[in-house]
């Protein structure tokens, strides 16, 4: 299970995730020792997600490869790359919760100074983005409400950027 946490701070952001993998079939994860690096980037920002590693890789390669720096040409990438896995893999039953079950979450400038932090939302087929000087955690699905909450409420009691504690203290 992938755990993402990205925090905003205003002209810069912190985004991190696990490198752990899971074998997945008959309804059962099993932990693999095979680790995968999860966050890619470019010059203008960074990308990570939860999800299958056959989806996710393409995914974070065309990141690097093509340097999108809008929101509009990461999610075109992400589209692009759905629509393959889905032709690759149409055989299979589980394919199309595959590719819903994946979570984007990308870093890139505002153009405005700051960093917009957003995580793509399959559902609504766009991004949610993320206020400055917050944080976004991604979970896997089966992760309980109640924990979910908890680990949100940590990061609650934190200001980030310049009005609060210097961003490093504070984290």
């Not at 393409?58 to 692009?80: G, H, L, N, Q, Y």
């Not at 400038?109 to 957003?118: F, M, R």
């Not at 944080?135 to 992760?143: C, M, T």
Request: aromatic share 8%; proline share 4%.
């Amino acid at each position: 299970m992938t755990f993402i946490a990205a925090v905003s701070m205003e002209d810069c952001a912190i985004l991190a995730a696990d490198r752990a993998t899971f074998y997945v079939g008959a309804g059962v994860s099993i932990a693999s020792a095979h680790l995968e690096r999860k966050i890619a980037g470019n010059r203008h920002g960074y990308i990570t997600a939860a999800g299958f590693v056959e989806l996710i890789r393409p995914v974070k390669e065309r990141f690097v490869a093509e340097a999108p720096a809008s929101p509009t040409e990461v999610m075109r990438i992400i589209a692009d790359e759905q629509e393959r896995f889905r032709r690759q893999n149409y055989l299979k039953a589980a394919v199309e919760s595959r590719v819903k079950s994946c979570s984007w979450t990308i870093t890139l400038p505002d153009g405005e100074g700051s960093i917009l932090v957003a995580t793509y939302d399959y559902a609504s087929d766009g991004l949610l983005a993320l206020a400055r000087s917050g944080s976004l955690f991604s979970f896997p699905p089966d992760v309980a409400d109640l924990e979910k909450r908890h680990i949100e409420s940590m990061a609650n009691g934190f200001r980030f950027g310049r009005t609060g504690k210097t961003a490093l203290r504070a984290i």
